[in-house]
């Protein structure tokens, strides 16, 4: 394994929340030194977020901010004071990324807006997140990422139809629109590499959300077609559904995507009453009567368990997998394989498993290295190490309320 | 922003990708920033092609999601059965700097072009696999669709409501979510290659991708022992209640954080909101006990605007309400138009532009280069392989 690709970049990040840091959290893991600058006066609202440690409110023990942060260092400087916002700026300047998904306004008011940082830093990447634009009838947006997926289509799209458009149960958008932001850094790195040159980067939180639903735009766009929530249901594809299985609230998908599924999956349940009626051997007549092929297939999976049901059809080739919920998940012997969550020993609450990322690199080792800091647990170090102070001059600034 | 040069980002990478569904958005991500991708398709075009809706007719360079997807690739058809057509692909690969594929583990082994081969023939690529389940572990060999994946990474299992089976979310978000993480991974390959001067292997497993979309609901079960259920409940004040106005729907959020914004705007629209005063309100234990008193109020004064109305107003007094929109709504919204969202490219021969989404971002300098004409199967077969041969290559 050689050195991680992003050691020696250093990223500036003002991100909080769940969208922001998920996408620096990415950076660290690639191995950029990202540094949390943390507003004493202001502290991110996800570290008093649960679940918590045991339970144990505390604004180090939250599972949502220390997931998403692990791997990150943390300043905390007091932004209300021009000293503080001095030492901002002097962390920027030494930046090759500089990241925030503050409503729009805010890192001009500490004198952090792009063309301050360029001026200062020619050539830092600088990406901002507003939830619409810098421009637009609908600039000053306030949203959630459980507000951004409803105005995009995607709560349009999803659950059942004899219910109301309710979404996903999380704010889906969090975890997607960083990617997009992650995806335009590397770019403009690139860019950067070539060029020597830095730029703006401006992520609509709104454009990157709808730009997941490109198919049904273009259908309403070019056939004058309005895509509806369909459930689970497919419109090509049947049997095609979740379906009950033993245990409570356990459950089942199975996806028959075509004739040759649809033979295996009689193959597979032979004597069932499917496996000898006509009106299934084609999928024109399975779509065509779905609903009576969904309740009896719902009938039989009914009493079985639903992973032990996955095994035999999956050995059957067909495709299907027990519903997992997030403790299903932590625990499953595929993820566990591929060695997905870490255990890192948090300095306050102990070893806990946290994710990687998605994917495996043959060359390099992706993951977070520490565990999400402390408020301010590194505010010394970063004194120190970039911003040039000594002990006399951290004391004087402790003395004054610029660092906590 | 400043103003944007001709410049593209990535104008100097080649990508080489082995169609279908799972390379489809990481390709096109690369395209959107000005990279040369190539598709290779079987003899006669991929099958993800024939996946409806189409724009129009039925034909294989107009299925919506193909389109959204691919507009602005090239195509080439190389049967990889034959060793012609493996032949055509080394050339390809021979001056790529990513291969992008989506084949079940084990099929290019079988081809004599895994990666160790790819690797020693061509030192400099980046191979990018995007699998259901990743290279390897016991899983590996099973089949996923969108449904599967999302049922397995237990994010169909937040979905829906108490009293329903779980949902998948929908527009088939595995392949997006494992597209995006496959993108973001690429890159860390391209900007090693340029320390280290060799290409390396990159492994997306959509299970991993989709189980790291599922917001806390590891995190409750491992800091707290907790299964994090399905939390959607109908017209819920407390959080994310969904809420019928004239037209539709609007979801609101931030309620008891701004009560008092809420209550003096539902006043100065004309409804007696003397039910309603009181700090105790304000605390979302008191609002989810007092949620039928307070939607008897909520639910006719929503009723009588439109959901454009009602979130305008609401956001004027800081209220995070938004509508709830569909594609018919998004493509004449005028947020959208206004930064010129939708761009009109040519996607298909001889046929007016269509006005096409997906710009996510801007780049100040290298700005989003986003589509072009949709490729026909194999429709640069003869451009791009100089050796071209009647058995493997059509």
Known sequence: MTARP?????????????????????????????????????????????????????????????????????????????????????????????????????????????????????????????????????????????????????????????????????????????????????????????????????LSQYQATVSLTGEALLDAEVNGHVQDRQGNLDPEMAPHNIYPCAGDDRWIAIAVRDDQD???????????????????????????????????????????????????LQGAGVPAGAVQDGRDVLDDPQITARGHYVAL???????????????????????????????????????????????????????????? | MAQPTNASALGDLRVIELADRHTALCGKLLADMGADVVLVEPPGGAPHRLRGPFLGAPDPSRGARFVYENAGKRSVTADLQEEAGRESLHDLLAEADFFIEGTKPGALEALGLGYESLAERHPRLIVVSITDFGQDGPWAAHEATDLISMALGGVAYLGGFPDTAPARIGGAQASNIGGLHAACASMLALHQRATTGRGQRVDVSLHEAVAYTQEIAMQAAEYEGIVRGRLNKEENPVEHGVYRCSDGYIICTSIPRNWDALIGWMSTRGVDIAPLIGEEWAKPGYLAAHAA??????????????????????????????????????????????????????LWAGEPPVRYPGRAYDLSVTPWAGAGPVPAPGEHTDALLRTASKDGVR
């Open chain 1, 6 to 202: 992003l050691e020696g970049l250093i990223v500036a990040d003002f991100c909080w929340v769940a969208a922001g840091p998920v996408g620096t959290r990415f950076l660290a893991d690639a191995g950029a030194t990202v540094i949390r600058i943390e507003s004493s006066m202001r502290p991110d609202g996800l570290r008093m977020r649960g679940p918590y440690k045991d339970g144990i409110a505390g604004q180090n023990r939250s599972g949502f901010y220390n997931n998403f942060n692990a791997g990150k260092f943390s300043i905390a400087l007091n932004m209300t004071t021009e000293r503080g916002r001095t030492l901002a700026r002097e962390l920027v300047r030494q930046a090759d990324i500089v990241a925030n998904n503050y409503t729009p306004g805010t890192m001009g008011r500490w004198g952090l807006d792009y063309d301050s940082v360029k001026a200062i830093n020619p050539g830092a990447i600088y990406i901002s997140m507003p939830m619409m634009a810098s421009s637009g009838p609908r600039r000053d947006f306030r949203g959630l990422g459980a507000s951004i997926q409803a105005i995009t289509g995607i709560n349009w799209l999803t659950g059942h139809p004899e219910k109301p458009p309710q979404g996903p149960g999380f704010n889906f958008p969090d975890y997607m629109n960083p990617y997009y932001g992650v995806f335009a850094i590397l770019s403009a790195l690139h860019h950067r590499e070539r060029t020597g040159e830095g730029q703006e980067i401006e």
């Open chain 1, 262 to 312: 649809w033979r295996a999956f009689c193959d597979a349940t032979t004597g069932e009453p499917w496996a000898s009626d006509t009106r299934f051997e084609g999928v024109v007549g399975r779509l065509e009567h779905r609903a009576d092929l969904d309740a009896a297939i719902a009938a039989w999976t009914r009493p079985q368990d639903a992973h032990v049901l996955m095994a035999r």
């Open chain 1, 345 to 404: 020993d948090h300095p306050e609450i102990g070893p806990l498993r946290h994710d990687t990322q998605s994917f495996r690199l043959s060359g390099s080792d992706i993951r977070p290295a520490r565990p999400a800091p402390l408020l301010g647990e590194h505010t010394e170090w970063v004194c120190e190490h970039f911003l040039g102070l000594d002990r006399a001059q951290m004391d004087e600034l402790y003395g004054e309320g610029v660092l906590t």
């Open chain 2, 293 to 346: 008193e307070f939607n008897a109020i909520f639910v006719p004064f929503l009723a009588t605007m439109t959901r454009d109305e009602a979130c305008d107003e609401a956001q004027a007094v800081e209220l995070m309400f938004a509508p709830v929109y569909s594609s018919g709504d998004l493509v004449r919204d005028p947020q959208l138009e206004s930064t010129n969202y939708f761009q009109e490219r040519e």
